[in-house]
């Protein structure tokens, strides 16, 4: 009798054991996932408002036609720790202006405007690295028709576009 309830009490015990590890382990991976996306969440959400504050500073510029500014604010912006690079697109998705001078009159592709909503997310840019892309859509105002037209044909005068560097995000 006192083996059969050894090895009883032993089995329990190593049951019991396995069960609270395996648990573990899946409120653990949950709870990752769940981490994880908070802070690409957050991170999103902190490069959507250093965009909305540039593109106050880009507007500006436009508004007072000081082109050299325009261009200064955004190669600085370039240059900035974890910002792989800033673009200023058309409608059409060429840009027109840009913190590294040969993405300048390039094309970008519809896929990495994705229409002419704000927004953020992860993606791989045009030459296949993983950025964190913000796209903001500058819309024409009244004092912007002056120089892009009537607000019913011309409804977005471009798209500010800014990758961050995923690689340090990830890690």
């Not at 690409?40 to 507007?59: G, I, M």
């Not at 005068?157 to 990758?163: A, H, K, M, R, S």
Request: hydrophobic letters at 40%.
């Amino acid at each position: 009798m006192s083996w059969f309830g050894k090895s009883l009490n032993h089995k329990f015990t190593i049951a019991t054991i396995a069960g609270f590890l395996i648990s573990s382990v899946v409120f653990l991976v949950l709870f990752l996932g769940f981490y994880q996306n908070k802070l690409e969440q957050e991170k999103a959400q902190a490069a959507h408002d250093v965009n909305r504050l540039l593109q106050t500073s880009l507007e500006n510029a436009m508004l007072k036609r000081d082109i050299d500014g325009l261009i200064t604010i955004v190669r600085h912006l370039g240059e900035q720790e974890n910002v792989s690079a800033v673009m200023i697109v058309n409608p059409q998705g060429k840009v027109r202006f840009a913190s590294r001078p040969d993405l300048e009159g390039k094309i970008i592709g519809k896929e990495f405007i994705e229409g002419l909503e704000a927004h953020t997310r992860f993606m791989k840019d045009e030459t296949g690295r993983e950025v964190l892309r913000s796209v903001n859509p500058v819309h024409n105002k009244p004092p912007c028709q002056v120089c892009h037209g009537p607000l019913e044909k011309h409804p977005v005068n471009g798209i500010l576009l800014v990758d961050y560097d995923a690689t340090s995000m990830r890690h």
